[in-house]
C-alpha cells in the first residue's frame, strides 16, 4: 500500500503522541500571563500540549491541555499490538532521545 504524500508513518505517529504525553505547561502559562499586546514575541513557546486558551472579558484565563493518561493508554494500545518485545525497543529507543 503506497504512503499518501505527507502523512505521518505509525512511528512518526508514536513519537508524536509520546512528545506530547511528556510536553510541558510552562510555555502555556507564560503566555496566560502576557498581556495581549505582547503575543507576538512568543513564537519560541512551546504549546503543542495547549488545547485550549481562553481569556475572559474579566482577565480570567483558562487553559486546557491534552489528556495525559488517555495519550499514555492509547500509546500503550498501540505498541502492545505489537508484542512485548516491540515495545521494549520502543521504550528503549525513546530513552536513548531523551523522551
Excluded at 61 to 68: C, M, N, S, T
Excluded at 74 to 87: C, F, M
Aim: aromatic content about 6%.
Amino acid at each position: 500500500m503506497a504512503k499518501a504524500k505527507g502523512l505521518p508513518d505509525r512511528e512518526q505517529i508514536i513519537r508524536r503522541m509520546w512528545k506530547l504525553a511528556n510536553a510541558g505547561a510552562g510555555d502555556a502559562v507564560k503566555l496566560a500571563c502576557f498581556p495581549p499586546e505582547e503575543w507576538c514575541g512568543t513564537d519560541g513557546l512551546d504549546l503543542d500540549a495547549l488545547t485550549e486558551f481562553k481569556r475572559g472579558s474579566s482577565g480570567v484565563v483558562e487553559l486546557r491541555f491534552v489528556d495525559r493518561g488517555r495519550l499514555l493508554e492509547r500509546l500503550l494500545d498501540t505498541v502492545d499490538h505489537s508484542g512485548e518485545d516491540q515495545v521494549d525497543r520502543f521504550l528503549q529507543a525513546m530513552e536513548g532521545q531523551g523522551g
